[in-house]
């Protein structure tokens, strides 16, 4: 599995951007996808998954209401739409996937991260 994400940029507090990666492998639909970030001299952590149908997701409290993740099985692809930024959500996003169920952790596969600054 590779994963290729993007989307990411330079923003002011309350504007939106939606990030997205694309998936290379066989079978989109069997593996659950995740988005993690990591802000500057802090540890990676999970913002948001969705389950392999697309019917289940999950989100950390700070995003809730605020940012939304989807899929598109039939284009490889998820994406995190993310409104109402704010500065607190500057951070590298990372994509990731893994088989099984939907979770916040264990995920084996990850891209390469995208920048998101937010600027007050």
């Known amino acids: 599995v590779q994963l290729q994400a993007s989307g990411g940029g330079l923003v002011q507090a309350g504007d939106s951007l939606r990030l997205s990666c694309v998936a290379s492998v066989r079978t989109f639909s069997g593996v659950v996808m995740g988005w993690f970030r990591q802000a500057p001299g802090k540890e990676r952590g999970f913002v948001a998954a969705?389950?392999?149908?697309?019917?289940?997701?999950d989100y950390i409290d700070s995003v809730k209401g605020r940012f939304t993740i989807s899929r598109d099985n039939a284009k490889n692809t998820v994406y995190l739409q993310m409104n109402s930024l704010r500065p607190e959500d500057t951070a590298v996003y990372y994509c990731a996937a893994r088989y099984g169920s939907i979770a916040r952790d264990r995920y084996e596969y990850w891209g390469q991260g995208t920048q998101v600054t937010v600027s007050s």
């Open positions: 969705i389950s392999r149908s697309g019917f289940s997701t």
